[in-house]
T-cell receptor, first 123, second 114 residues
Framework: GAVVSQHPSRVICKSGTSVKIECRSL??????MFWYRQFPKQSLMLMAT?????????EQGVEKDKFLINHASLTLSTLTVTSAHPEDSSFYIC???????????????????FGPGTRLTVL | AQKITQTQPGMFVQEKEAVTLDCTYD???????LFWYKQPSSGEMIFLIY??????QNATEGRYSLNFQKARKSANLVISASQLGDSAMYFC???????????FGTGTQLKVEL
């Protein structure tokens, strides 16, 4: 199956520093990747859609200057949390989109495969 | 706008029993897809099952089946023969309107007991 990796899996940093999180599709190419944030015991909230070779599309309320996204290749998207503060502490999950063919040739649908997540703690 | 509602914050089931996790959705788009994901304590999101809005039959994947009732706008997940390893958070999600965005419900924490 499609495998998505994230690095690092866990990071602790001081307030004011920047943290880069990598998301890689290991066995497929992904023109589109997604970045989600999940606070404890809450659901996943989409932050932005990362498009290879173009600017990311941010969801309403997400600061694009704070959460920098770069999708420089078909297998790698990076999320940089700039000048991190304690309120940025969260679980960040990426996903990569892949097209799945339906049985019997009945077309296809887009599936998202998720990375294992990165737990960010800002002190 | 799309909305997913999961009304069960937590569920308990005994090992080997079947359990149904509820999910209702709301969308005005005629074309949409419904997904269920499992999130163990380690955090990764594991895709379980998919149902398209035009699919005539309920989706099944091993011990997972989706009880799709279009008129009621519900897409409940049924897990048969529960195992201890099924203990996790379960999220229902929807994608509608031909877009890429997945909208997630608030999740149900399932605990399988001996």
């Amino acid at each position: 199956g499609a495998v998505v990796s994230q690095h690092p899996s866990r990071v602790i940093c001081k307030s004011g520093t920047s943290v880069k999180i990598e998301c890689r599709s290991l066995d497929f190419q992904a023109t589109t990747m997604f970045w989600y944030r999940q606070f404890p015991k809450q659901s996943l909230m989409l932050m932005a859609t990362s498009n290879e070779g173009s600017k990311a599309t941010y969801e309403q309320g997400v600061e694009k200057d704070k959460f920098l996204i770069n999708h420089a290749s078909l297998t790698l998207s990076t999320l940089t949390v700039t000048s991190a503060h304690p309120e940025d502490s969260s679980f960040y999950i990426c996903s990569a989109r892949i097209s799945i063919g339906l049985a019997g040739g009945l077309g296809n649908y887009n599936e998202q495969f998720f990375g294992p997540g990165t737990r960010l703690t800002v002190l | 706008a799309q909305k997913i509602t999961q009304t069960q914050p937590g569920m308990f089931v005994q090992e080997k029993e079947a359990v149904t996790l509820d999910c209702t959705y709301d969308t005005s788009d005629p074309s949409y897809g419904l997904f269920w994901y499992k999130q163990p304590s380690s955090g990764e999101m594991i895709f379980l099952i998919y149902q398209g809005s035009y699919d005539q039959q309920n989706a099944t994947e091993g011990r997972y089946s989706l009880n799709f009732q279009k008129a009621r706008k519900s897409a409940n997940l049924v897990i048969s023969a529960s195992q201890l390893g099924d203990s996790a958070m379960y999220f229902c999600a929807m994608r509608a309107g031909g877009g890429n965005k997945l909208t997630f419900g608030t999740g149900t924490q399932l605990k399988v007991e001996l």
